[in-house]
């Protein structure tokens, strides 16, 4: 699912709301840097009204997340960078954050990476019946099995594929 934020403000917005857009597309998530922070769907918004500040709207993966300050201390360093001395960073904790927020290039980043994507969409009800069908992201073998619900961050989980004996993360769907 892409994030709709970002759509909305890249079909006819404001310049200036292309451009932060454009920075933010390169500031990588510090627990998976091969994902940036609007890939990861953290970038909410971006509001630019003439004579006032640029806004960026952020949203944590979870409101505990230990990156939440490296993350806004690393979009307001690439803000200044590109020339927006005065833009803000606003959190945005309602709706929280969902997986489903991941762009399609976020999910394949993640897979290219070793990390499986989330299996299902969290509005899904059929997720909750049954066990999910997790594929390897080295060799797309569907016969794997959870290791362990925790992972290297507490957004992922262990796996390991039964096919090739490689093990891996799984980020799970929230």
């Given at each position: 699912?892409?994030?709709?934020?970002m759509?909305?403000?890249?079909?006819?917005?404001?310049?200036?709301?292309?451009?932060?857009?454009?920075?933010?597309?390169?500031?990588?998530?510090p627990?998976?840097?091969?994902?940036?922070?609007?890939?990861?769907?953290?970038?909410?918004?971006?509001?630019?009204?003439?004579g006032?500040?640029?806004?960026?709207?952020?949203?944590?993966?979870?409101?505990?997340?230990?990156?939440?300050?490296v993350?806004?201390?690393?979009i307001?360093h690439?803000?200044?960078?590109?020339?927006?001395?005065?833009?803000?960073?606003?959190?945005?904790?309602?709706?929280?954050?969902?997986s489903?927020?991941?762009?399609d290039?976020?999910?394949?980043?993640?897979?290219?990476?070793?990390i499986?994507?989330?299996?299902?969409?969290?509005?899904?009800?059929?997720?909750?019946?049954?066990?999910?069908?997790?594929?390897?992201?080295?060799?797309?073998?569907?016969?794997?099995?959870?290791?362990?619900?925790?992972g290297?961050?507490?957004?992922?989980?262990?796996?390991?594929?039964?096919?090739?004996?490689?093990?891996?993360?799984?980020?799970?769907?929230?």
């Open positions: 699912m892409v994030n709709t934020a759509t909305a403000s890249t079909q006819g917005s404001e310049p200036l709301e292309r451009a932060i857009w454009s920075l933010l597309e390169h500031v990588p998530d627990e998976i840097p091969v994902l940036s922070v609007v890939d990861l769907g953290i970038v909410r918004d971006v509001t630019c009204t003439p006032e500040p640029p806004r960026v709207s952020i949203t944590p993966t979870y409101s505990g997340c230990p990156a939440t300050a993350i806004r201390r690393d307001e690439a803000l200044h960078s590109g020339g927006h001395p005065d833009a803000e960073v606003l959190e945005v904790l309602s709706p929280p954050w969902s489903d927020w991941l762009t290039a976020g999910r394949r980043k993640l897979r290219e990476f070793g499986a994507p989330p299996a299902e969409s969290v509005a899904n009800p059929r997720r909750l019946f049954g066990p999910l069908i997790i594929a390897c992201p080295r060799c797309g073998s569907t016969a794997t099995e959870r290791v362990s619900e925790f290297s961050t507490p957004c992922k989980a262990h796996y390991r594929c039964t096919s090739c004996r490689e093990p891996f993360d799984y980020f799970k769907c929230i």
